[in-house]
Structures are given as structure tokens and as C-alpha cells.
């Protein structure tokens, strides 16, 4: 079955920067969208980023230019590069996968999540 493992969260200081990754197992990243999705407490659920088959990316909200997902195909491995570092980024970060074309900032439409880890900012 599909497992996906996310790491790289931690607390850092405001301007700081993270790196998240997300391992998939019985999933092939790069064959559908996938997306990066955070959630603080007592908020809902919010799409981050996503990124399509075709590598097309996608930035909902308010971090473009500061966020980056990327994937490596090799290591069939999910990145979101987060630069410039806000405590209102302060949240549980998941990764989101399925195996739809399009790219959605509903996370009902991901039928695959990651366990989160958590981001801190100060």
C-alpha cells in the first residue's frame, strides 16, 4: 500500500530557512499531482504548494517566491525548500499525493497523506 514519510521539520528563527522532504513508497512521484499542504492549530487544513506530471508548479496562498517543491525522480523523493521564514508559517506540514492529472488546493481530493512534521518559527 501506499506509505508516504515526510522529515526535515524543526524550529527555526524567523528569516530562517527548512528543507522538507517526503518519501513515497508504492507511488511513483511524477506521475500525477502531488502537493504539500500545512495545518496550524485551530485552522484548517491549507494547500502550500503542488506540482503536476509535467513539473508545472503551483503556489495557493500567500508564500510564492519563498516556498519551492520540487521532485527527484531518482530517489522518487518530494521537496519543499521554505526561504525567508515566518512565525505565521508555524504548522504541521504534510505531503499529499493521488492519481489525478489535476492539481487541487482541496485536500479531499488527495487520497494519500504523510504523517506531518512539524514546523516551528520564532
Known amino acids: 500500500h501506499v506509505q508516504l514519510v515526510e522529515s526535515g521539520g524543526g524550529s527555526v528563527q524567523a528569516g530562517g530557512s527548512l528543507t522538507l522532504s517526503c518519501v513515497a513508497s508504492?507511488?511513483?512521484?511524477?506521475?500525477?499531482?502531488v502537493a504539500w499542504f500545512r495545518q496550524a492549530p485551530g485552522k484548517e487544513r491549507e494547500a502550500v504548494a503542488q506540482?503536476?506530471?509535467?513539473?508545472?508548479?503551483f503556489y495557493p496562498g500567500s508564500v510564492p517566491g519563498r516556498f519551492a517543491i520540487s521532485v527527484d525522480s531518482a530517489k522518487n523523493t518530494l521537496y519543499l525548500g521554505m526561504n525567508n521564514l515566518e512565525p505565521e508559517d508555524t504548522a504541521m506540514y504534510y505531503c499529499?499525493?493521488?492519481?489525478?492529472?489535476?492539481?487541487?488546493?482541496?485536500?479531499?481530493?488527495?487520497?494519500?497523506w504523510g504523517q506531518g512534521t512539524q514546523v516551528t518559527v520564532s
Open positions: 508504492a507511488y511513483t512521484f511524477g506521475s500525477a499531482c
Open positions: 499529499a499525493a493521488d492519481h489525478h492529472p489535476f492539481c487541487s488546493d482541496y485536500a479531499s481530493d488527495y487520497g494519500y
Open positions: 506540482i503536476d506530471g509535467d513539473g508545472k508548479t
